[in-house]
């Protein structure tokens, strides 16, 4: 992780077969997936796009522009799936720029918004299996999570936003997932 030559160097890149533009930069993603549900229209093509965003990247102005976008030109193809895990890098969510109600906030830009727990995989796979959901509307589903979940030294724990683990603790972190 955090390699230059790895699959987890850091933001997922064109490297992983199911990933299509490398969006490092915050806010890019959601630009991207518009872009791309766009072209897919004007192409007559029927697959849908996905974007994957963080909390603390909702707070970037180009998120909201593309969430007015999407839904003016009736992009029910595109669903974005927000990690609201309630951290960004340096600190809480609503302690930097404050996102409550996130529910209500991409309803008003003209979404449709669904609240899922994001460590029920079943839950996920559902809510992303009903894009579109018939409303004619992009989807946004916000997974609420818990950074580390199921890692005692990890969990809710924002100093491993920009570190790895070494060889003991991700030996230890493996056993807590009872993945020895």
């Known amino acids: 992780m955090r390699r230059i030559d790895s699959d987890l160097e850091g933001h997922p890149t ?30 007559g ?3 849908r796009t996905y974007a994957l965003l963080g909390d603390g990247e909702s707070a970037e102005g180009s998120v909201w522009e593309a969430a007015m976008f999407a839904p003016a030109h009736e992009l029910d193809s595109v ?37 899922v727990d994001g460590h029920d995989m079943g839950a996920l796979v559902n809510a992303v299996r009903n894009v579109p959901d018939g409303s004619g509307k992009p989807v946004a ?10 890692i005692s030294f990890m969990e ?20 807590e997932l009872g993945l020895s």
């Open 14 to 43: 064109p490297r992983l077969p199911f990933v299509d533009v490398a969006t490092g930069s915050l806010g890019q993603g959601i630009c991207a997936a518009v872009g791309v549900a766009l072209n897919a229209r004007r192409i």
């Open 45 to 47: 093509s029927a697959y």
């Open 79 to 115: 669903a974005v799936i927000i990690d609201y895990n309630k951290w960004q890098a340096t600190g809480k969510s609503d302690d930097v720029m404050a996102l409550q109600p996130l529910r209500q906030k991409w309803e008003a830009f003209g979404w449709s918004a669904y609240e």
């Open 141 to 150: 589903i916000i997974a609420h999570t818990v950074k580390g979940k199921g």
């Open 156 to 175: 809710d724990d924002n100093n491993w936003h920009y570190r790895s683990p070494d060889a003991g603790e991700l030996l230890r972190a493996r056993a």
